[in-house]
């Protein structure tokens, strides 16, 4: 973020606290579609992901007043989210580990189809998301929350270990660890990772729909997506084939929206009469 634009943001959360809808709408455009990718990336499923960035996002609203400028007002909204991520209650798929995430891919790799349909070409996408979330999952919340900042949201290693409130050698002590399972996981098995590397995302959908975690009518981290092109999808996976674009592999992509139905519910409160701070 430019210099310019965390000054506009801290000057809007000083008028917000003041009670200026517009700036509130403002600050909720600017940070949302950020706190809905964390929750997201830590909790694992849309719907737990939801819950817990509305929840964030309503603690940033009521607490506006006390922003001090004393950081940046991104960093200061990461560090709700991160606070509020460390205690909510697991996610539904907070329950995987590396080591059945393993057994899972091996036992379930099938021959990959010459001539894919559409539907299977979904699938496949779906089974990539998945699979790469599911590693993040399998890191404990500690070093998830410090590759997901580091590694997916680019923060610095001072800003991260400031949003954490720990200081900066241990956050690089967590990083460095959070990436050394990451990459001990996909350098061995990971096809998108290396070319070389057995598995394919297609070879995983036949099994993944016959133990039932698959399906073509719930495909709920596709249809969280922008919408990339092939050519997009292509150009990420192409472009993954070192220790340094293991975080190609975990981003995605694309990025993540903030859903409608969230948004919504947002812009209704600020312009309700539920917030005290909003009152005409």
């Avoid at 991260?160 to 959070?178: F, M, Q």
């Avoid at 719930?218 to 293991?246: I, W, Y």
Wanted: with cysteine.
């Amino acid at each position: 973020m430019s210099h310019e634009r965390t000054i506009d943001l801290a000057e809007r959360a000083r008028a917000a606290a003041k009670g200026d809808k517009v700036a509130a709408h403002a600050i909720l455009e600017a940070v949302q579609d950020d706190v809905y990718g964390l929750a997201l990336r830590m909790l694992g499923h849309p719907a737990d992901a939801e819950d817990a960035a509305q929840e964030i996002l309503v603690v940033v609203l009521t607490h506006l007043g006390s922003f001090r400028g004393e950081s940046a007002f991104r960093t200061w909204v990461w560090r709700i989210a991160a606070n509020h991520l460390a205690r909510v209650r697991r996610g539904r798929r907070e329950t995987i580990t590396f080591e059945t995430l393993d057994e899972r891919l091996r036992t379930g790799l099938r021959e990959v189809s010459q001539r894919p349909d559409p539907e299977e070409q979904a699938l496949a996408r779906e089974v990539r998301l998945r699979c790469t979330q599911a590693m993040l999952l399998s890191l404990d919340r500690e070093l998830r929350i410090a590759y997901v900042l580091g590694d997916i949201f680019n923060l610095s290693g001072e800003e991260a270990a400031e949003v954490l409130e720990i200081d900066p050698a241990t956050y690089r002590k967590r990083l460095s660890r959070a990436r050394v399972r990451l990459h001990d996981f996909l350098r061995g098995w990971c096809g998108v990772f290396d070319e070389a590397n057995p598995c394919r995302c297609a070879g995983q959908v036949e099994c993944a729909v016959e133990r039932g975690l698959l399906a073509a009518d719930d495909l709920f981290l596709s249809r969280q997506l922008t919408g990339p092109t092939n050519a997009e999808l292509n150009r990420a996976t192409d472009e993954v084939t070192s220790l340094m674009h293991v975080a190609e592999v975990m981003r995605g992509p694309s990025t993540w929206l903030a859903p409608g139905s969230m948004v919504k519910a947002l812009r209704e409160l600020v312009d309700s009469q539920r917030l005290e701070l909003f009152r005409s």
